[in-house]
């Protein structure tokens, strides 16, 4: 009888140390993704935001397009040249900057945050509340390199919905909100 159980517990003890393997793989794999999604990807000039923050250059001077389409967008070249055809012209990555303005070559620059691509995202609704980028963004103009400091997952925005005016919380919580 003994020999019965023992041959009936190796199974249930194999079931439970594979379902334990399975869960702490999956706990690794969920952490490794959190943790890639908030690495800052490298980019192609060494580019500051602080520096440009503490001379008091604002984030829709390079980003003008959250005012007026879906997306922020990446500054072009152009936008970049304006400023630095004189200025700080001897710094070694507004010469990288200057070579592909020469080039006619737009910057490959790496987007440091992206939704996800079934979730619908405006900045313009979010700037009509008067809703500044740190909320979202995180004190870029504090950072030398760029990376995103939060997840914004859909719990993460369905919770900023939520504390919104009463009368507002229906549409802002209504699944096509986000998800058109």
Same mark, same amino acid.
């Given at each position: 009888?003994?020999?019965?159980?023992?041959?009936?517990?190796?199974?249930?003890?194999?079931?439970?140390?594979?379902?334990?393997?399975?869960?702490?793989?999956?706990?690794?794999?969920?952490?490794?993704?959190?943790?890639?999604?908030?690495?800052?990807?490298?980019?192609?000039?060494?580019?500051?935001?602080?520096?440009?923050?503490?001379?008091?250059?604002?984030?829709?001077?390079?980003?003008?397009?959250?005012?007026?389409?879906?997306?922020?967008?990446? #500054?072009?070249?152009?936008?970049?040249?304006?400023?630095?055809?004189?200025?700080?012209?001897?710094?070694?990555?507004?010469?990288?900057?200057?070579?592909?303005?020469?080039?006619?070559?737009?910057?490959?620059?790496? #987007?440091?945050?992206?939704?996800?691509?079934?979730?619908?995202?405006?900045?313009?609704?979010?700037?009509?509340?008067?809703?500044?980028?740190?909320?979202?963004?995180?004190?870029?103009?504090?950072?030398?390199?760029?990376?995103?400091?939060?997840?914004?997952?859909?719990?993460?925005?369905?919770?900023?919905?939520?504390?919104?005016?009463?009368?507002?919380?229906?549409?802002?919580?209504?699944?096509?909100?986000?998800?058109?």
């Amino acid at each position: 009888m003994t020999e019965k159980n023992a041959s009936r517990r190796i199974p249930r003890i194999t079931y439970f140390v594979f379902l334990v393997v399975v869960i702490a793989l999956l706990l690794v794999m969920v952490l490794l993704s959190q943790r890639a999604t908030q690495a800052a990807p490298s980019q192609p000039i060494d580019f500051s935001h602080q520096r440009h923050d503490e001379i008091g250059i604002e984030c829709l001077y390079c980003h003008p397009n959250a005012l007026r389409s879906d997306f922020a967008g990446i #500054p072009s070249v152009q936008t970049c040249v304006g400023c630095h055809q004189i200025i700080a012209t001897d710094k070694e990555e507004i010469q990288v900057l200057l070579a592909y303005w020469d080039r006619e070559e737009p910057i490959p620059w790496q #987007p440091v945050v992206q939704m996800a691509d079934h979730v619908f995202f405006s900045h313009q609704p979010h700037l009509s509340a008067s809703i500044n980028c740190e909320t979202c963004h995180g004190d870029v103009g504090e950072m030398t390199t760029v990376r995103p400091e939060i997840n914004m997952d859909m719990g993460w925005c369905l919770d900023c919905h939520l504390e919104q005016p009463e009368e507002k919380v229906a549409r802002l919580t209504d699944c096509m909100a986000c998800h058109e």
